[in-house]
Nanobody, 124 residues
Framework: VQLQASGGGLVQAGGSLRLSCAAS????????MGWFRQAPGKEREFVAG????????DYGDFVKGRFTISRDNAKNTVYLQMNSLELEDTAVYYC??????????????????WGQGTQVTVSS
């Protein structure tokens, strides 16, 4: 499975961005999916996860209701809608695919496939 993340960019604090993660194969709809981020000098951290069916979602504690993960299995695409962006959200955002027919997973080790990352920069 190849994953292509897009939608990053430069945005002012308080603004919004929507990230997309397109998968290369139609059967990607069976995989649990997640978003992670990594800021310079920091560990890669969990942002959001969604089960293969889309029925369950999970978020990192710092999200605090600002982000929403969703998926469109007909388009083999997972989205991360980010609102009320803060300076601390500046990072490279990665999408990842987890186990087939999986639920939500917080740990990086649960994900088998990773996209190349898209840069999100929040300015004051």
């Amino acid at each position: 499975v190849q994953l292509q993340a897009s939608g990053g960019g430069l945005v002012q604090a308080g603004g919004s961005l929507r990230l997309s993660c397109a998968a290369s194969v139609r059967t990607s709809s069976i995989y649990a999916m997640g978003w992670f981020r990594q800021a310079p000098g920091k560990e890669r951290e969990f942002v959001a996860g969604i089960s293969w069916s889309g029925g369950s979602t999970d978020y990192g504690d710092f999200v605090k209701g600002r982000f929403t993960i969703s998926r469109d299995n007909a388009k083999n695409t997972v989205y991360l809608q980010m609102n009320s962006l803060e300076l601390e959200d500046t990072a490279v955002y990665y999408c990842a695919a987890g186990p087939p027919y999986g639920r939500t997973y917080i740990g990086r080790g649960s994900y088998n496939y990773w996209g190349q990352g898209t840069q999100v920069t929040v300015s004051s």
